[in-house]
């Protein structure tokens, strides 16, 4: 069961945003450049944001490469609530993890700007909870958050 799941078994009221969801609708018309990349994590902020204002706990889970990009769903959120969860992981695991064979078309040259292959990713300076996925079980990862959102919203 995943963190929508087990929030709402809670009496938490939730969605969860993704890239699948978002780049086949809303952000159809966006590829993968930085100007993009900066584009889909903007209007993922503003619907966050929405469904913040609604009362509930809007989960997103995007790859956000760029510092700037996050302080701007950030910014977005200001009269909500916002917490930058890190879900971290080297490289070598991000490719062992790769159910679409994305890293293997990046490194195949089929996939420019490919984020950790020829396209950067900064890390979080501040973010309020790491989770430290290549190290940590998807449980323990999922136990985690949980508690985390436990203490820190109120259902």
Known sequence: MGLEARLMKLG????????DNLRHGLNANLGF??????????RVG?????FSDAGMICITAF????????ASARKAAQHTSFHEVHVAA???TCEARDPKGLYLKARA???????GID??????????LVLNTD?????????????????????
Do not use: K
């Open 12 to 19: 938490y009221a939730c969605y969860t945003l993704d890239g």
């Open 33 to 42: 450049s930085p100007e993009d990349r900066r584009e889909n994590i903007r």
């Open 46 to 50: 503003e619907v966050a944001a929405l």
């Open 63 to 70: 790859i956000s490469p760029y510092r700037a990009d996050r």
């Open 90 to 92: 080297n490289l070598a």
């Open 109 to 115: 040259g089929e996939l420019p700007d490919f984020t």
């Open 119 to 128: 396209a950067p990713y900064e890390l979080p300076e501040a973010p309020e």
């Open 135 to 155: 190290r940590e079980t998807i449980e323990g990862c999922l136990g985690q958050l949980v508690a985390y959102v436990v203490r820190n919203i109120p259902r």
